[in-house]
């Protein structure tokens, strides 16, 4: 498979499984590798102790592979389908945004470096989370498309996507240090 670059995808799932922005199970990383293909974890990742065989290549058409591939594994496809911006794709669960996203509706950091990339993010309600992941890939990309490039999902986390897998790492750190220093406060 692409040795190198799963590589790096295992070693900043290890860095933000310890910033708990991924629980054991419980989120989702991807890099589009051609045009209509990407990698994706599968279902059964475990974010503290990833390995080659944790990634899966998924094509736009979907076969067998996405039984195996991560719940969000659609989701990531559409992103990748509608934005073309967008190399790399993370959903994360950060404890401190998730927490402010469900007694806010919008996101204003008071910290500086928070302020300066994200002056306000409206928080958006997915509303029923009975029928969300029916939902999620279009009311995502229709986010990404009218709004920026990292959405706050009241109840759920964070999706975001970025030209550089580093600078994604780094928009989540961000969002959730800014959340923590507001939850700190009130």
């Known amino acids: 498979m692409y040795k190198p670059l799963v590589d790096d995808l295992i070693e900043l799932s290890l860095s ?49 592979r996405y039984k195996t591939a991560s719940i969000d594994s659609i989701i990531h496809k559409n992103i990748y389908k509608n934005i073309s911006d967008a190399k790399y794709i993370c959903y994360a669960m950060p404890h401190n945004i998730t927490a402010y996203s469900l007694i806010h509706n919008n996101f204003k950091p008071k910290d500086y470096f928070g302020n300066l990339i994200y002056p306000s993010i ?21 986010y990404f498309k009218n709004q920026n490039d990292l959405m706050i999902i009241k109840g759920y986390g964070i999706y975001t996507y970025s030209r550089d897998l580093k600078q994604l790492v780094k928009k989540i750190a961000l969002i959730e240090n800014s959340a923590k220093i507001l939850m700190n406060i009130k």
């Open 122 to 142: 409206n928080i958006y309600d997915p509303k029923d989370f009975k029928d969300w992941y029916d939902r999620a890939p279009n009311e995502i990309v229709d």
């Open 16 to 64: 933000m499984f310890r910033k708990n922005f991924f629980g054991i199970f419980h989120g989702s990383l991807s890099s589009k590798i051609e045009e209509d293909r990407f990698i994706i974890n599968t279902k059964n990742a475990i974010f503290d102790e990833l390995k080659q065989e944790d990634f899966i290549t998924l094509g736009f058409k979907e076969d067998y």
